[in-house]
């Protein structure tokens, strides 16, 4: 039971414009997400992340919404570059589960056209 | 600081046969996470340690042991190698604080014949 999913396994945008990574889930316990970034050959690398008490959160070019009743949250890229050019895994955690483990989606390979 | 490594970064093994990967932290972190990643199937939780001495079942722990003797080690154990355990795996860590967030290290290949 796939309780993170990106539905997307891939999106291709043009430079310049802006890049929306979607994920759903289902546990409602989920209270802190995270989006992380991979390129190949190397582990993933932490972006950003939003708890379940806020609806945005803002670093740059990176913006990730939560919409709690929805359970779905998104990553937004603006503008994108060609060196976002990776795959982004979405990620969440119950922060008092015990062991702060995370449960990823299946990722979303983004590219970046120029 | 050298922050996550794993070793080693290839491996290829027979059915069978047994082998350790080695992943150490220089963050002084308490929590280290053993993760697989399959085509499609994103990161899955392997085992895991919330300090030193313990360690704690993860989403898919059969055919895997761990242990974390050193704060700064945790080793992932395969006793007896299958190839469904053909994986690229990963060590992460955490400090021991709300809302942060995993360091990952770069990934072991693992093929298993």
């Known amino acids: 039971d796939q309780q993170v999913k990106q539905n997307s396994p891939s999106l291709s945008v043009q430079e310049g414009r802006i890049s929306i990574l979607n994920c759903d889930y289902t546990?409602?316990?989920?209270?802190?997400f995270l989006w992380y970034k991979k390129y190949p050959a190397e582990g993933p690398t932490f972006l950003i992340s939003?708890?379940?008490?806020?609806d945005k959160n803002e670093d740059g070019r990176f913006t990730v919404f939560l919409n709690k009743s929805a359970k779905h949250l998104s990553l937004h890229i603006v503008p994108s570059q060609p060196g976002d050019s990776a795959v982004y895994f979405c990620a969440a955690s119950e922060l008092t589960g015990g062991g702060n483990k995370l449960t990823f989606g299946t990722g979303t390979q983004l590219k970046v056209e120029l | 600081n050298a922050g996550v490594t794993q070793t080693p970064k290839f491996r290829v093994l027979k059915t069978g046969q047994s082998m350790t990967l080695l992943c150490a932290q220089d963050?002084?972190?308490?929590?280290m996470y053993w993760y697989r990643q399959d085509p499609g199937m994103g990161l899955r939780l392997i085992h895991y340690?919330?300090?030193?001495?313990?360690?704690a079942k993860g989403e898919v722990p059969d055919g895997y042991n761990v242990s974390r003797l050193k704060k700064q080690n945790f080793l992932l154990g395969l006793e007896s190698a299958a190839p469904s355990q053909t994986s690229v795996y990963f060590c992460a860590s955490m400090g021991n604080h709300l809302y942060n967030e995993q360091f990952f290290g770069p990934g072991t290949r693992l093929t298993v014949l």
């Open positions: 546990n409602s316990m989920f209270d802190y």
């Open positions: 963050m002084n972190h308490e929590y």
């Open positions: 340690s919330v300090g030193e001495g313990t360690t």
């Open positions: 939003i708890s379940s008490i806020k």
